[in-house]
T-cell receptor
C-alpha cells in the first residue's frame, strides 16, 4: 500500500529565505506526483505536476524535483514571502491508476509560516 | 480561469439525516472525483466517475454513499444516513481528458454531523 510522508510537519522561516519541503513515498511505481497548496478552510490549489518520466518542474519561484527510484520529491520555494504561508501537500498517482481512475494518495502536508 | 465550485460551503446536519453535497465541475472536463479530509488527517480518495458511472471507489465509499451527475453540469455526493464520523471537508475535483492532466479541486464543503 502506497504511503506518502512529508517532512517537516511544520516550518517557520523569515521572509526572503529559500526553503525546501520534502515528500517521500514507498511505492516507486507512480504515474505522476503533484504538489498542492491548501489555505486554511479552503480547497487544494495545484502548484506543480511532475510526470514519472520527468525530473523537475518549475513555476515562478517554485521548483519541484522527483527522484522516482528513491521515492522522493522536493518542493523548493525561492525568496519566500508571507503570502506563501499555507499547508503544502504532496500527492502521488499510482501507475495502475490509469484512465478514469485518478486515485491520489496524499501526504499529511507541511504547514509553512513565512514571517514578515 | 474556470473553477470547480461546491455548495454549500458549510453544512450542519443531525446524525441519521441524508445530505447532498453539490459540485459544478469545469465545463469541458470529463472525469469527476470526490475526496474527503477529516480534520487533522490526510486527504482521502472516495470515488471516481466517468461516462456516467463509477470507475473506482475506496473502502470508505460504502452503501451509504452515492454519486450522480443528474444533468450536464452538476455532480453530487449523497450520504444516505449520516454518522458522526462522516464529519469532514469534502472536496470535488475534475479534469479534462488525457493521461497527463492534473486534478482541479473545488474549495470544499465542510460537513458537520451532530
Amino acid at each position: 500500500k502506497q504511503e506518502v510522508t512529508q517532512i517537516p510537519a511544520a516550518l517557520s522561516v523569515p521572509e526572503g529565505e529559500n526553503l525546501v519541503l520534502n515528500c517521500s513515498f514507498t511505492d516507486s511505481a507512480i504515474y505522476n506526483l503533484q504538489w498542492f497548496r491548501q489555505d486554511p478552510g479552503k480547497g487544494l490549489t495545484s502548484l506543480l505536476l511532475i510526470q514519472s518520466s520527468q525530473r523537475e518542474q518549475t513555476s515562478g519561484r517554485l521548483n519541484a524535483s522527483l527522484d522516482k527510484s528513491s521515492g522522493r520529491s522536493t518542493l523548493y520555494i525561492a525568496a519566500s514571502q508571507p503570502g506563501d504561508s499555507a499547508t503544502y501537500l504532496c500527492a502521488v498517482r499510482l501507475l495502475n491508476s490509469g484512465g478514469s481512475n485518478y486515485k491520489l494518495t496524499f501526504g499529511k502536508g507541511t504547514l509553512l509560516t513565512v514571517n514578515p | 480561469e474556470p473553477e470547480v465550485t461546491q455548495t454549500p460551503s458549510h453544512q450542519v446536519t443531525q446524525m441519521g439525516q441524508e445530505v447532498i453535497l453539490r459540485c459544478v465541475p469545469i465545463s469541458n472536463h470529463l472525469y469527476f472525483y470526490w475526496y474527503r479530509q477529516i480534520l487533522g488527517q490526510k486527504v482521502e480518495f472516495l470515488v471516481s466517475f466517468y461516462n456516467n458511472e463509477i470507475s473506482e471507489k475506496s473502502e470508505i465509499f460504502d452503501d451509504q454513499f452515492s454519486v450522480e451527475r443528474p444533468d450536464g453540469s452538476n455532480f453530487t455526493l449523497k450520504i444516505r444516513s449520516t454518522k458522526l464520523e462522516d464529519s469532514a471537508m469534502y472536496f470535488c475535483a475534475s479534469r479534462p481528458g488525457g493521461h497527463f492532466s492534473p486534478l482541479h479541486f473545488g474549495n470544499g464543503t465542510r460537513l458537520t454531523v451532530t
